[in-house]
T-cell receptor, first 113, second 112 residues
Framework: DTGVSQDPRHKITKRGQNVTFRCDPI?????LYWYRQTLGQGPEFLTY????????KSRLLSDRFSAERPKGSFSTLEIQRTEQGDSAMYLC???????????FGDGTRLSIL | DQQVKQNSPSLSVQEGRISILNCDYT??????FLWYKKYPAEGPTFLIS?????DKNEDGRFTVFLNKSAKHLSLHIVPSQPGDSAVYFC???????????FGTGTSLTVIP
C-alpha cells in the first residue's frame, strides 16, 4: 500500500493559464474523489469516479473544470482559464467500497498570480 | 449550506487531559461518520469512524460518540498527547449518496 499520490505538490501559474493535476489512487481502490480546500474550510467535494465512470459532479465544478479517469486507475483534473478564485489545495482521495474511509493524498496547492 | 458544522475553530488542552471535539450535522440521511486528522502540508488522515447503527466506537485513545436524536457527534481523546496537535475534521456520508461532507475543522493544541 503506497498510499494516494498527487503530482505536482505545488503549482504556480498566471491567471488565464490551463493547469492539470494528477492523482494515483491506492491500486485496489475503485472509487476516486476530488476535493478542493481553501483556508479555514474543510474539503469540499468536486467529483467522484467509480472505476472509469464519473458518477457525480458538484455544482462547484464549473465548466472550466474537467476530470478524467481513463482506465479506472489514475485520474487527472484540469482547470482551464484559471481565475484568482481557483487558488486552493486540490485533494484526491480513494476508497474501495462505499461507507469506507477515504484515503487522501497530500494535495496539490495551486496559486494563481 | 453547511451540512456538517464544527463550531469550535480551536481547542487547547493540557497533556494527559481529555480532548473533546464536537460536530453537528443537519441531514438526517447521514448514516456514516468519520473523523480525520490533518497536519500542515499533508492530506487528511483517517482516524476513526462510526455507523449510525452504533452510538459509540472506540479505538485506543480515541472514542467517537454519536447522538442521532441530537444530530451530534464527538471525538474524545484520552489521554491527550502533544503529537495529537493537529486540525481535526468530521465528515459524514449517506448510504444513498457518494459525497462526503466535511466540517470546517477544529485546531487542537495539546500543551506539554
Amino acid at each position: 500500500d503506497t498510499g494516494v499520490s498527487q503530482d505536482p505538490r505545488h503549482k504556480i501559474t498566471k491567471r488565464g493559464q490551463n493547469v492539470t493535476f494528477r492523482c494515483d489512487p491506492i491500486s485496489e481502490h475503485n472509487r476516486l474523489y476530488w476535493y478542493r480546500q481553501t483556508l479555514g474550510q474543510g474539503p469540499e467535494f468536486l467529483t467522484y469516479f467509480q472505476n472509469e465512470a464519473q458518477l457525480e459532479k458538484s455544482r462547484l465544478l464549473s465548466d472550466r473544470f474537467s476530470a478524467e479517469r481513463p482506465k479506472g486507475s489514475f485520474s487527472t483534473l484540469e482547470i482551464q482559464r484559471t481565475e484568482q478564485g481557483d487558488s486552493a489545495m486540490y485533494l484526491c482521495a480513494s476508497s474501495s467500497i462505499s461507507n469506507q474511509p477515504q484515503h487522501f493524498g497530500d494535495g496539490t496547492r495551486l496559486s494563481i498570480l | 449550506d453547511q451540512q456538517v458544522k464544527q463550531n469550535s475553530p480551536s481547542l487547547s488542552v493540557q497533556e494527559g487531559r481529555i480532548s473533546i471535539l464536537n460536530c453537528d450535522y443537519t441531514n438526517s440521511m447521514f448514516d456514516y461518520f468519520l473523523w480525520y486528522k490533518k497536519y500542515p502540508a499533508e492530506g487528511p488522515t483517517f482516524l476513526i469512524s462510526i455507523s449510525s447503527i452504533k452510538d459509540k466506537n472506540e479505538d485506543g485513545r480515541f472514542t467517537v460518540f454519536l447522538n442521532k436524536s441530537a444530530k451530534h457527534l464527538s471525538l474524545h481523546i484520552v489521554p491527550s498527547q502533544p503529537g495529537d496537535s493537529a486540525v481535526y475534521f468530521c465528515a459524514a456520508n449517506s448510504n444513498t449518496g457518494n459525497q462526503f461532507y466535511f466540517g470546517t475543522g477544529t485546531s487542537l493544541t495539546v500543551i506539554p
